[in-house]
């Protein structure tokens, strides 16, 4: 008798032990968007611990004298940095030296004998990375307002960001059903170990394919593809993970595809997609031939930027440091035609 009511009471006991595992400690939540949406984020405390410790800002070296002879006039191979006093010239060779090649030092870029030389391809690229940073804390305000980057937002004081995509292999055709697999069907991280395609970049991070789930398609009139329709949901899973959001971040799941009821976050968003774009084309892929072998992808690809390379699974990069206000020498005059401005093709949102 006591071992037939014993049993369920252990059943639940152990049910009640293995659900408790789920998730743990309580999650919490926080609602952003307007009453009654149902916009709420559900983060786990635990996890946005473990976040914390990795995504602290590094404190800013002491100012520079900003009067005195500009680095063109002193040195003898300054292409970007002509404007800024030998003195912020100087602090911005320590800082990114402590930002990409904190055990290299200044060798990493520069053969120590001669300065102005340019015989390390890293000093190549490290020029260009002062460009493309000065764009985006310039250009791309639309996306990272005053808080701007610096190197340190993707490198994190390693040579190679931790978070950059190549294209994957070509798929392979062996014929048959399993002949093509349209780059999908193989659980991947990218896309949260869904089946979903796995390379929603190419397509939109890169190329500025249509970003759309349904409905017609503007140049033909036909429907979306499934295709499609499988990119972009695979292109929402990687800025959902990137950002440590859910779905509701930046959409009313009423219907997603409208901006009436979007979060501004959704437009910043926007703005964050052609800035990617914008990044991969004119900076990384002319970048390609620059690189040694070894650090292109197996298509012989260079490695690019998407969401993660700044976010690193937080909603605002080192939680919103200021990063560009420290370092005069990362700012540079804004390229009015570098920006989609906000015309017709920019969205609005508008709480409903
Ligand atoms: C990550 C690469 C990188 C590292 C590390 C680095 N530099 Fe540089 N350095 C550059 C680049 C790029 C330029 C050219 C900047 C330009 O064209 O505006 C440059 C230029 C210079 C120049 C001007 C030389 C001339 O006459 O043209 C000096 C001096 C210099 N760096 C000193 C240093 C010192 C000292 C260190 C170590 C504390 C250092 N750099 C570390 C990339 C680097
Ligand atoms: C938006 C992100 C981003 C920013 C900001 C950025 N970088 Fe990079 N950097 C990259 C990517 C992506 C690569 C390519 C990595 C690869 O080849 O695997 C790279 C590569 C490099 C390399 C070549 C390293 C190697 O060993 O091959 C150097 C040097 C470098 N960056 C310097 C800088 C400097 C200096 C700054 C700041 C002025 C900077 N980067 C800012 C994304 C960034
Ligand atoms: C950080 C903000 C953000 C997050 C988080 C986000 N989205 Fe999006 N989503 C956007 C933006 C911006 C667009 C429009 C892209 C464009 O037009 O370039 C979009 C477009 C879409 C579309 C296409 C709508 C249409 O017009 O057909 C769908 C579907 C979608 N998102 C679903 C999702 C799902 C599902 C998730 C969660 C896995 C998600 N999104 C997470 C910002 C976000
Ligand atoms: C070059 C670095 C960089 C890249 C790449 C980047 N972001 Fe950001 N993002 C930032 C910075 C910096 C901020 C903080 C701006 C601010 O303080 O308002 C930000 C803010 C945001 C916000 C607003 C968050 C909030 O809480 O208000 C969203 C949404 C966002 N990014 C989405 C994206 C998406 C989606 C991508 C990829 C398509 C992306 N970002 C790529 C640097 C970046």
């Keep these: 008798m006591m071992k037939v009511a014993r049993a369920p009471l252990l059943l639940m006991l152990a049910a009640a032990a293995l659900l408790a595992g789920c998730e743990r400690p309580r999650p919490d939540t926080v609602q952003n968007g307007w009453h009654g949406t149902g916009m709420v984020q559900v983060s786990n405390p635990r996890i946005n611990e473990a976040k914390a410790d990795a995504n602290q800002a590094p404190e800013p070296l002491a100012a520079a004298a900003q009067e005195g002879p500009k680095a063109g006039a002193i040195y003898q191979n300054v292409k970007v940095l002509g404007d800024v006093s030998v003195g912020e010239f100087t602090r911005t060779m320590l800082s990114l030296t402590a930002w990409v090649a904190p055990e290299q030092g200044c060798a990493y870029c520069h053969n120590t004998q001669n300065l102005a030389e340019d015989s390390k ?74 089946s979903l395609p796995y390379d929603p970049f190419s397509p939109y991070l890169l190329g500025d394919e249509d970003i759309r789930a349904a409905g017609l398609m503007a140049t033909t009139g036909k429907l979306q593809s499934t295709q499609h329709t499988e990119k972009t949901y695979g292109l929402m899973i990687h800025m959902s993970n990137s950002l440590g959001v859910n779905c509701t971040f930046c959409h009313n ?29 004119e900076y990384l892929v002319p970048l390609t031939s620059t690189f040694p072998p070894e650090r292109l992808g197996s298509t012989g690809d260079v490695a690019k930027v998407y969401c993660n390379t700044c976010h690193n699974g937080i909603n605002k990069p080192l939680y919103g440091a200021p990063m560009a206000k420290d370092y005069p020498a990362l700012a540079a005059p804004a390229d009015p035609a570098a920006t989609p401005v906000a015309s017709a093709d920019a969205p609005a949102t508008q709480q409903p």
């Design 121 to 194: 391809y890293t000093k190549v690229v490290a020029r260009r990375m002062l460009q493309m940073t000065r764009a985006i804390n310039a250009d791309w305000k639309t996306h990272v307002a005053a808080t701007g980057v610096t190197c340190y937002t993707c490198h994190r004081g390693q040579n190679i960001p931790a978070n950059v995509w190549f294209a994957p292999p070509p798929r392979p055709d062996r014929g048959g059903v399993s002949g093509d697999n349209a780059l999908q069907n193989k659980p991947a991280h990218i896309v949260g170990l869904s």
């Design 253 to 281: 799941t009423r219907n997603f595809a409208t901006w009436d009821g979007s979060s501004p976050q959704r437009v910043t968003a926007w703005y964050g997609i052609r800035m990617v774009r914008a990044l991969n084309n």
